[in-house]
């Protein structure tokens, strides 16, 4: 069924404004219903399909805007407050989690792709999480925001080489994104010496001061372009450029709450959504209903929970007790935007089948809801913290 674009634009923006108080009144989160929402528009239920490419575009835009702002989310404050030892437990953590991930990969008869999508996490699910608890601003809480933040930004990068590497083996074009990176180190040390040079201008563009002109967003989407079309350029995904202009915009303002807010009003209030509907109408709920799918699934989500919860024990070296394992490990076994783009990815370059990403998606929706909750559930009477570092 094809549903005019002046209908489909109405249906889509009437979801996008009534699907998060309905999320709310029957406690799920929001990107769940948009996504579940899709899933009865589009393959799996009612076959609909939109007119015209604006669906396409909206939602793609509405992802680069997502990625922009999970790289705003990294708070390099606390990156560099943390003592040598605790960076180096960090990414110790994250190896053997890609190592286990590595290990069930081969065990699913896949190779390194998948073992790359399952060590991903979702910092934009681990962050509000945290601030719900109250648990952000504590020890505990920064070592797992630093934690989602390793797992986002490794995986991204691996994810990026890797397929560089299946279409061009080692040659010039595997080496060509390295300037850009060069280049980004550049522009993170010049703008963070601007904003300290220049600091009514840096408020200006934080809107902390009046600004009719919004300057701050007018800058914000040019670096996401600008990021987008440099990765375009030198053949790397534009998720991994528009993540890097958020990453650069985050490490020169420190204090950006405002500028935060502004953007979350123009993604989440509209782009965004479109994003998960858009996800949602590409489901097909049939690939992972049949009996074989269903199995490689529900071994799929028992490995997803494994390579996240096995490593959570190394923490017990760090002095944490095995309630506060068991928290880290369900809240980073929560995954959503970052590995539904690693599905669509690993299908553009046919790393992957459409049933895998399918799987992959359900996947997604199964643990961006099981995570939190699990956390919730084992916060339990909440305790002080110890004072170790993870």
């Known amino acids: 069924m094809v549903i005019p ?62 990625m922009f702002q999970a790289g705003m989310e990294i708070d390099f404050g606390t990156l560099r407050r943390q003592s040598r030892g605790q960076i180096l437990f960090q990414f110790l953590f994250f190896f053997v989690t890609l190592g286990l991930s590595l290990l069930a990969a081969l065990m699913l008869g896949s190779g390194p792709f998948m073992a790359l999508v399952l060590s991903t996490t979702s910092l934009g699910l681990v962050m509000p ?9 504590t020890e505990l809480g920064q070592s797992i ?56 201008q840096a408020e200006r563009v934080l809107g902390i001061q009046e600004d009719a002109q919004e300057i701050g ?53 509209f782009l965004i959504p479109v994003f998960f509907i858009h996800v949602g109408m590409q489901f097909d709920l049939s690939n992972v209903l049949k009996p074989e799918p269903v199995l490689f699934t529900l071994t799929l989500l028992g490995f997803a929970l494994v390579v996240k919860l096995a490593p959570a024990f190394l923490l017990v070296l760090r002095g944490r007790r095995l309630r506060e394992v068991f928290q880290v490990g369900f809240l980073l076994s929560s995954r959503l935007s970052l590995i539904i783009a690693a599905a669509a990815i690993g299908v553009q370059n046919r790393l992957i089948t459409e049933e895998t990403k399918d799987a992959i998606v359900f996947l997604a929706l199964i643990t961006c809801f099981l995570g939190p909750t699990l956390f919730k559930l084992s916060l339990g009477r909440q305790s002080g913290q110890s004072s170790s570092g993870v």
């Open 217 to 269: 967003v007018r800058l914000s989407m040019a670096l996401l372009f600008l990021f987008v079309g440099l990765s375009e350029l030198v053949h790397l995904e534009p998720v991994l450029g528009a993540f890097l202009g958020g990453s650069l915009l985050s490490y020169v303002f420190r204090e950006k709450a405002l500028l935060e807010t502004k953007l979350s009003a123009l993604g989440f209030g």
């Open 5 to 66: 674009q002046e209908y489909a634009l109405l249906l889509v923006s009437a979801a996008a404004l009534l699907l998060p108080a309905l999320s709310r009144s029957i406690g799920i989160p929001a990107v769940v219903a948009e996504i579940l929402f899709g899933v009865i528009l589009g393959k799996s239920v009612l076959h609909m399909e939109f007119a015209g490419n604006w669906l396409p575009f909206l939602a793609e835009l509405g992802f680069l805007l997502l």
């Open 129 to 137: 999480t945290l601030k719900e608890s109250g648990l952000s601003k």
């Open 145 to 200: 925001l630093i934690a989602a933040t390793l797992a986002d930004f490794l995986t991204l990068f691996g994810i990026t080489f890797y397929i560089l590497f299946i279409q061009y083996g080692i040659s010039w074009r595997f080496v060509l994104p390295i300037p850009l990176f060069v280049g980004f180190g550049i522009l993170l040390r010049l703008g963070r010496l601007w904003a300290w040079w220049h600091p009514s």
